[in-house]
């Protein structure tokens, strides 16, 4: 497992996942993944079908359609995971 993958996942609801880092963020009604990429150094942010829309598959969401909480919250765990927090910013 890469190292960066290593580091997040002993961040607070952070999983591996093969060559990525998960994690599920609930707030304000919507739900999202993020995942991050250690190959890399990119972040995506993925919206989450709710019980009540189960048919909906997920879908790519746009950085500018994120709440910022979520995204500092997401800078914040990097850092802490010592990987350059600017991922979270890059686009693809």
Do not use: C, K, N
């Not at 890469?2 to 607070?12: G, K, M, P």
């Not at 189960?54 to 997401?74: F, K, M």
Request: glycine share 8%.
């Amino acid at each position: 497992m890469d190292d960066s993958i290593a580091a997040l996942v002993r961040q607070d609801g952070w999983r591996a996942e093969g060559a990525a880092a998960r994690v599920h963020y609930d707030g304000g009604g919507d739900r999202f993944a993020v995942e991050f990429y250690a190959d890399t150094g990119r972040v995506l942010y993925w919206t989450v079908p709710t019980a009540g829309d189960a048919d909906r598959p997920a879908a790519p969401v746009p950085r500018d359609r994120v709440p910022d909480p979520l995204r500092r919250r997401i800078r914040a765990d990097l850092a802490a995971a010592d990987v350059d927090p600017d991922a979270e910013r890059r686009e693809l």
